[in-house]
Protein backbone atom coordinates (compact mmCIF):
# COMPACT_ATOMS: atom_id res chain seq x y z
CA UNK A 1 0.00 0.00 0.00
CA UNK A 2 2.82 2.20 0.46
CA UNK A 3 4.41 1.42 -2.76
CA UNK A 4 4.50 4.22 -5.43
CA UNK A 5 2.42 4.19 -8.47
CA UNK A 6 3.55 7.41 -10.16
CA UNK A 7 5.89 9.53 -10.32
CA UNK A 8 6.00 13.34 -12.33
CA UNK A 9 7.92 16.36 -12.78
CA UNK A 10 7.05 19.74 -14.32
CA UNK A 11 8.83 22.83 -14.76
CA UNK A 12 6.84 25.71 -13.45
CA UNK A 13 8.58 29.28 -14.18
CA UNK A 14 7.43 31.66 -11.03
CA UNK A 15 7.51 35.87 -12.09
CA UNK A 16 10.43 37.31 -9.25
CA UNK A 17 8.14 39.48 -6.74
CA UNK A 18 10.81 42.04 -6.91
CA UNK A 19 13.81 42.89 -8.38
CA UNK A 20 16.64 41.47 -6.48
CA UNK A 21 20.36 42.14 -7.80
CA UNK A 22 23.56 40.89 -5.85
CA UNK A 23 27.15 41.30 -6.46
CA UNK A 24 26.94 38.95 -9.19
CA UNK A 25 23.77 38.45 -10.71
CA UNK A 26 20.22 39.07 -11.15
CA UNK A 27 17.02 36.93 -9.73
CA UNK A 28 15.56 36.55 -13.35
CA UNK A 29 12.52 33.79 -12.18
CA UNK A 30 12.09 31.34 -10.17
CA UNK A 31 12.66 28.66 -12.52
CA UNK A 32 10.69 25.90 -10.16
CA UNK A 33 11.11 21.95 -10.95
CA UNK A 34 7.91 20.35 -9.27
CA UNK A 35 7.51 16.39 -8.61
CA UNK A 36 4.53 14.86 -7.62
CA UNK A 37 4.38 11.45 -6.04
CA UNK A 38 1.31 9.43 -5.78
CA UNK A 39 1.27 6.32 -3.52
CA UNK A 40 -1.00 2.78 -3.62
CA UNK A 41 -3.08 4.05 -0.41
CA UNK A 42 -3.71 7.02 -1.90
CA UNK A 43 -1.34 9.30 -0.99
CA UNK A 44 0.07 12.64 -3.05
CA UNK A 45 3.35 14.17 -1.98
CA UNK A 46 4.63 17.49 -3.90
CA UNK A 47 8.37 18.35 -3.40
CA UNK A 48 10.82 21.02 -5.42
CA UNK A 49 13.46 22.63 -6.17
CA UNK A 50 14.64 25.57 -7.80
CA UNK A 51 16.85 27.70 -9.92
CA UNK A 52 16.64 31.56 -10.53
CA UNK A 53 16.81 31.46 -14.11
CA UNK A 54 19.39 28.89 -15.84
CA UNK A 55 19.47 25.05 -15.60
CA UNK A 56 15.96 24.65 -14.62
CA UNK A 57 14.89 22.10 -17.91
CA UNK A 58 18.12 20.49 -17.50
CA UNK A 59 16.73 19.41 -13.74
CA UNK A 60 13.66 18.72 -15.55
CA UNK A 61 15.20 16.06 -17.99
CA UNK A 62 17.45 14.44 -15.53
CA UNK A 63 14.28 13.64 -13.66
CA UNK A 64 12.16 12.42 -16.37
CA UNK A 65 14.91 10.59 -18.62
CA UNK A 66 16.61 9.21 -15.43
CA UNK A 67 15.44 9.36 -11.94
CA UNK A 68 11.71 9.11 -11.87
CA UNK A 69 11.46 5.83 -13.45
CA UNK A 70 13.59 4.25 -10.72
CA UNK A 71 10.77 5.11 -8.16
CA UNK A 72 8.17 3.42 -9.20
CA UNK A 73 6.98 0.29 -7.62
CA UNK A 74 9.74 1.53 -4.84
CA UNK A 75 8.32 1.91 -0.82
CA UNK A 76 7.65 5.28 -0.14
CA UNK A 77 8.71 4.62 3.29
CA UNK A 78 12.43 3.87 2.15
CA UNK A 79 13.30 7.52 1.98
CA UNK A 80 17.20 7.35 2.80
CA UNK A 81 17.31 4.31 0.53
CA UNK A 82 15.59 5.71 -2.20
CA UNK A 83 18.08 9.10 -1.80
CA UNK A 84 20.84 7.07 -1.74
CA UNK A 85 19.89 5.16 -4.77
CA UNK A 86 19.07 7.84 -7.09
CA UNK A 87 22.13 9.02 -6.29
CA UNK A 88 24.39 6.01 -7.43
CA UNK A 89 22.19 6.19 -10.23
CA UNK A 90 23.64 9.35 -11.52
CA UNK A 91 27.34 8.76 -10.11
CA UNK A 92 29.28 10.17 -13.73
CA UNK A 93 27.13 13.61 -13.05
CA UNK A 94 27.40 13.58 -9.08
CA UNK A 95 28.62 15.84 -6.96
CA UNK A 96 27.03 18.01 -9.07
CA UNK A 97 24.25 20.78 -9.57
CA UNK A 98 21.45 19.73 -11.23
CA UNK A 99 21.80 16.28 -9.92
CA UNK A 100 21.22 17.89 -6.54
CA UNK A 101 17.67 20.12 -7.80
CA UNK A 102 16.30 16.78 -9.46
CA UNK A 103 17.20 14.85 -5.90
CA UNK A 104 16.10 17.45 -4.04
CA UNK A 105 12.28 17.70 -5.70
CA UNK A 106 12.47 13.97 -5.51
CA UNK A 107 13.14 13.87 -1.67
CA UNK A 108 10.87 16.64 -0.44
CA UNK A 109 8.15 14.73 -1.94
CA UNK A 110 8.70 12.01 -0.16
CA UNK A 111 8.93 13.91 3.12
CA UNK A 112 5.55 15.54 2.49
CA UNK A 113 4.31 11.79 1.82
CA UNK A 114 6.06 10.69 5.11
CA UNK A 115 4.78 13.33 7.15
CA UNK A 116 1.24 13.31 5.49
CA UNK A 117 1.29 9.49 6.71
CA UNK A 118 2.46 10.14 9.90
CA UNK A 119 -0.29 12.93 10.12
CA UNK A 120 2.13 15.34 11.47
CA UNK A 121 3.63 18.48 10.05
CA UNK A 122 7.22 18.56 8.55
CA UNK A 123 9.18 20.68 11.78
CA UNK A 124 7.97 17.38 13.83
CA UNK A 125 8.66 14.66 12.02
CA UNK A 126 11.69 15.92 11.09
CA UNK A 127 12.96 16.57 14.68
CA UNK A 128 10.54 18.67 16.36
CA UNK A 129 12.53 21.33 18.41
CA UNK A 130 10.53 24.82 18.53
CA UNK A 131 7.96 26.10 15.92
CA UNK A 132 8.81 29.57 16.06
CA UNK A 133 12.24 30.65 14.52
CA UNK A 134 13.72 34.00 14.27
CA UNK A 135 13.09 36.12 10.53
CA UNK A 136 15.20 38.25 9.09
CA UNK A 137 14.98 40.11 5.92
CA UNK A 138 17.14 40.22 3.05
CA UNK A 139 14.04 41.52 0.72
CA UNK A 140 14.72 45.12 1.37
CA UNK A 141 18.50 44.77 1.00
CA UNK A 142 19.85 44.56 -2.64
CA UNK A 143 22.40 45.87 -4.32
CA UNK A 144 20.75 48.21 -6.56
CA UNK A 145 18.94 49.48 -3.56
CA UNK A 146 19.45 53.23 -2.87
CA UNK A 147 21.12 54.20 0.93
CA UNK A 148 17.53 56.08 1.62
CA UNK A 149 15.73 53.15 0.16
CA UNK A 150 18.00 50.54 2.22
CA UNK A 151 17.38 52.51 5.14
CA UNK A 152 13.56 52.93 5.06
CA UNK A 153 13.35 49.48 4.25
CA UNK A 154 15.62 48.55 7.51
CA UNK A 155 13.74 50.69 9.71
CA UNK A 156 10.47 49.00 8.58
CA UNK A 157 11.38 45.70 9.22
CA UNK A 158 13.01 46.88 12.40
CA UNK A 159 9.30 48.21 13.45
CA UNK A 160 7.49 45.04 12.60
CA UNK A 161 9.66 43.45 15.01
CA UNK A 162 11.74 41.54 12.74
CA UNK A 163 15.16 40.35 14.03
CA UNK A 164 17.37 41.20 11.45
CA UNK A 165 17.60 43.03 7.85
CA UNK A 166 20.69 42.05 5.27
CA UNK A 167 22.47 44.18 3.38
CA UNK A 168 24.34 42.84 -0.06
CA UNK A 169 27.90 44.56 -0.68
CA UNK A 170 30.32 44.45 -3.40
CA UNK A 171 29.98 48.11 -4.75
CA UNK A 172 33.44 49.31 -6.24
CA UNK A 173 34.57 50.74 -3.13
CA UNK A 174 34.87 49.96 0.11
CA UNK A 175 33.85 53.37 1.41
CA UNK A 176 30.68 52.71 -0.68
CA UNK A 177 29.55 49.96 1.21
CA UNK A 178 30.63 50.94 4.38
CA UNK A 179 28.51 54.29 4.14
CA UNK A 180 25.45 51.88 3.17
CA UNK A 181 26.20 49.64 6.56
CA UNK A 182 26.65 52.28 8.51
CA UNK A 183 23.18 54.49 7.71
CA UNK A 184 21.59 51.22 8.53
CA UNK A 185 23.48 51.19 11.39
CA UNK A 186 22.47 54.74 12.37
CA UNK A 187 18.86 53.75 11.35
CA UNK A 188 18.29 50.60 13.31
CA UNK A 189 20.41 51.01 16.75
CA UNK A 190 22.37 48.59 18.37
CA UNK A 191 19.43 45.69 18.70
CA UNK A 192 18.81 44.68 15.38
CA UNK A 193 21.12 42.30 14.06
CA UNK A 194 22.81 43.36 10.43
CA UNK A 195 24.31 40.85 8.19
CA UNK A 196 26.06 41.35 4.56
CA UNK A 197 26.18 39.14 2.00
CA UNK A 198 29.18 39.46 -0.94
CA UNK A 199 28.10 36.45 -3.04
CA UNK A 200 30.85 35.29 -3.85
CA UNK A 201 32.52 38.35 -5.78
CA UNK A 202 35.45 39.17 -3.79
CA UNK A 203 39.16 38.02 -3.50
CA UNK A 204 40.59 36.79 -0.64
CA UNK A 205 42.79 39.45 -0.21
CA UNK A 206 39.84 41.90 -0.81
CA UNK A 207 37.37 40.08 1.38
CA UNK A 208 40.02 40.23 4.60
CA UNK A 209 40.40 43.65 3.43
CA UNK A 210 36.80 44.89 3.60
CA UNK A 211 36.03 42.65 6.45
CA UNK A 212 38.30 44.80 8.61
CA UNK A 213 36.16 47.55 7.66
CA UNK A 214 33.26 46.48 8.48
CA UNK A 215 33.87 45.59 12.04
CA UNK A 216 33.17 49.04 13.49
CA UNK A 217 29.12 47.53 12.55
CA UNK A 218 28.78 44.67 14.62
CA UNK A 219 27.83 42.38 11.92
CA UNK A 220 26.26 38.91 12.68
CA UNK A 221 27.49 37.30 9.68
CA UNK A 222 29.96 38.10 6.55
CA UNK A 223 28.11 35.88 4.39
CA UNK A 224 29.93 33.94 0.81
CA UNK A 225 32.74 37.03 0.81
CA UNK A 226 34.48 34.25 -1.40
CA UNK A 227 33.85 31.20 -4.31
CA UNK A 228 32.72 28.56 -2.54
CA UNK A 229 35.18 26.22 -3.97
CA UNK A 230 38.11 28.58 -1.84
CA UNK A 231 37.79 26.49 1.43
CA UNK A 232 41.54 28.24 2.18
CA UNK A 233 40.65 31.52 1.31
CA UNK A 234 37.67 31.25 3.99
CA UNK A 235 39.96 29.66 6.92
CA UNK A 236 42.52 32.64 6.67
CA UNK A 237 39.61 35.18 6.28
CA UNK A 238 37.92 33.38 9.29
CA UNK A 239 41.20 33.46 10.97
CA UNK A 240 41.64 37.48 10.21
CA UNK A 241 38.39 38.86 11.70
CA UNK A 242 35.66 38.99 14.28
CA UNK A 243 32.81 38.58 12.35
CA UNK A 244 31.52 35.21 11.81
CA UNK A 245 31.62 33.81 8.14
CA UNK A 246 28.84 32.53 6.66
CA UNK A 247 28.76 29.94 4.09
CA UNK A 248 26.76 26.81 2.74
CA UNK A 249 23.92 28.24 -0.19
CA UNK A 250 26.41 27.20 -2.86
CA UNK A 251 27.58 24.00 -1.39
CA UNK A 252 26.26 20.83 -2.94
CA UNK A 253 27.53 17.90 -0.85
CA UNK A 254 27.70 16.94 3.09
CA UNK A 255 31.61 16.53 2.31
CA UNK A 256 31.96 19.61 1.14
CA UNK A 257 30.40 21.27 4.87
CA UNK A 258 32.59 18.88 6.90
CA UNK A 259 35.24 20.34 5.52
CA UNK A 260 34.59 23.93 5.89
CA UNK A 261 33.66 22.80 9.40
CA UNK A 262 36.39 20.48 10.43
CA UNK A 263 39.17 23.76 9.28
CA UNK A 264 36.97 26.55 11.29
CA UNK A 265 36.29 28.40 8.30
CA UNK A 266 32.20 28.11 8.44
CA UNK A 267 30.65 30.72 11.68
CA UNK A 268 27.37 29.96 10.20
CA UNK A 269 26.32 27.17 8.04
CA UNK A 270 23.85 28.09 5.38
CA UNK A 271 22.50 24.63 3.66
CA UNK A 272 20.06 25.21 1.31
CA UNK A 273 17.23 22.52 0.87
CA UNK A 274 17.21 22.10 -2.96
CA UNK A 275 20.87 22.72 -3.36
CA UNK A 276 21.84 19.79 -1.11
CA UNK A 277 19.92 17.68 -2.69
CA UNK A 278 16.57 17.27 -0.44
CA UNK A 279 16.11 17.42 3.45
CA UNK A 280 17.15 14.01 3.93
CA UNK A 281 21.27 15.65 3.23
CA UNK A 282 19.68 19.13 5.20
CA UNK A 283 19.08 17.29 8.18
CA UNK A 284 22.62 15.70 8.29
CA UNK A 285 24.04 18.40 7.43
CA UNK A 286 22.16 20.46 10.44
CA UNK A 287 23.47 18.00 12.84
CA UNK A 288 26.97 18.00 11.25
CA UNK A 289 26.91 21.60 12.20
CA UNK A 290 25.84 21.43 15.87
CA UNK A 291 28.66 18.83 16.22
CA UNK A 292 30.92 21.60 15.75
CA UNK A 293 28.48 24.24 17.58
CA UNK A 294 27.52 26.08 14.42
CA UNK A 295 23.97 27.34 13.67
CA UNK A 296 22.44 27.04 11.05
CA UNK A 297 20.30 29.60 8.86
CA UNK A 298 19.45 28.05 6.15
CA UNK A 299 19.66 30.09 2.43
CA UNK A 300 16.22 31.55 0.45
CA UNK A 301 13.10 28.72 0.59
CA UNK A 302 11.56 29.98 3.62
CA UNK A 303 8.29 28.46 2.56
CA UNK A 304 10.35 25.30 3.61
CA UNK A 305 13.26 25.84 5.38
CA UNK A 306 10.87 27.41 8.31
CA UNK A 307 10.04 24.03 9.23
CA UNK A 308 13.36 23.00 8.94
CA UNK A 309 14.76 25.36 10.99
CA UNK A 310 11.92 24.32 13.07
CA UNK A 311 13.12 20.83 13.76
CA UNK A 312 16.40 21.46 14.72
CA UNK A 313 18.22 22.67 18.06
CA UNK A 314 20.72 24.95 15.87
CA UNK A 315 18.54 26.88 13.51
CA UNK A 316 19.27 30.77 14.07
CA UNK A 317 17.11 32.04 11.43
CA UNK A 318 14.69 31.93 8.41
CA UNK A 319 15.63 34.24 5.74
CA UNK A 320 12.56 36.78 4.64
CA UNK A 321 12.10 36.32 0.79
CA UNK A 322 8.45 35.63 -0.06
CA UNK A 323 8.30 34.00 -3.50
CA UNK A 324 6.04 31.51 -3.43
CA UNK A 325 2.75 33.91 -3.14
CA UNK A 326 2.26 33.49 -6.88
CA UNK A 327 1.55 29.48 -6.62
CA UNK A 328 0.16 28.84 -3.17
CA UNK A 329 -2.70 29.63 -0.96
CA UNK A 330 -0.61 29.70 2.41
CA UNK A 331 1.73 31.52 3.79
CA UNK A 332 3.72 31.47 6.33
CA UNK A 333 2.86 33.31 9.06
CA UNK A 334 4.95 35.95 11.32
CA UNK A 335 4.39 36.76 14.83
CA UNK A 336 6.72 38.64 16.80
CA UNK A 337 9.72 38.80 14.21
CA UNK A 338 9.18 35.24 14.30
CA UNK A 339 8.42 32.76 11.87
CA UNK A 340 6.22 29.81 13.16
CA UNK A 341 6.08 26.62 11.01
CA UNK A 342 3.08 25.03 9.27
CA UNK A 343 0.70 22.55 11.67
CA UNK A 344 -0.96 21.03 8.91
CA UNK A 345 0.74 17.22 7.91
CA UNK A 346 3.05 17.37 5.10
CA UNK A 347 5.18 20.16 3.78
CA UNK A 348 2.47 22.95 5.07
CA UNK A 349 2.77 24.41 1.49
CA UNK A 350 -0.77 24.74 0.02
CA UNK A 351 -0.42 24.49 -3.58
CA UNK A 352 -2.72 26.42 -5.91
CA UNK A 353 -3.00 23.91 -8.59
CA UNK A 354 -4.32 25.86 -11.68
CA UNK A 355 -1.89 28.80 -10.64
CA UNK A 356 1.28 26.11 -11.16
CA UNK A 357 -0.66 24.89 -14.44
CA UNK A 358 -0.70 28.42 -15.53
CA UNK A 359 2.85 28.73 -15.09
CA UNK A 360 3.93 25.62 -16.47
CA UNK A 361 6.24 25.30 -19.00
CA UNK A 362 7.73 22.07 -19.82
MG1 LIG B 1 23.54 34.79 0.02
Keep these: MTLITAATARLVDIEVEKVRTDAMQSFLKQETIVVTIETAD ?10 IGTGGRATLSMLNEHLLAVLVGEDSRLVEHLWRRLYDSTRATSVGVITALALA ?6 WDIRAQRAAQPL ?19 WLHVSVDELVEEARASASRGWKGVKIKVGKPSIAEDASRIAAVRD ?10 DANQSMTSAEAVRRAHAFEPFDLSWFEEPLPADDVTGHVRLAQSTSIPIAVGESMYSLGHFREYLERG ?3 IVQVDVARIGGIT ?14 QVS ?33 EIRIEDGHALAPMTPGLGIDWNLDALDDRTVA
Design 42 to 51: GLTGRGYSYT
Design 187 to 196: AVGPNIEIMV
Design 281 to 294: PWLKVAHLAEAFNV
Design 105 to 110: AVDTAL
Design 265 to 267: AAG
Design 298 to 330: PHFLMELHVSLAAAIPNGRFVEHIPQLRAVTDS
Design 123 to 141: WMIAGGNRRDVPLYDTEGG
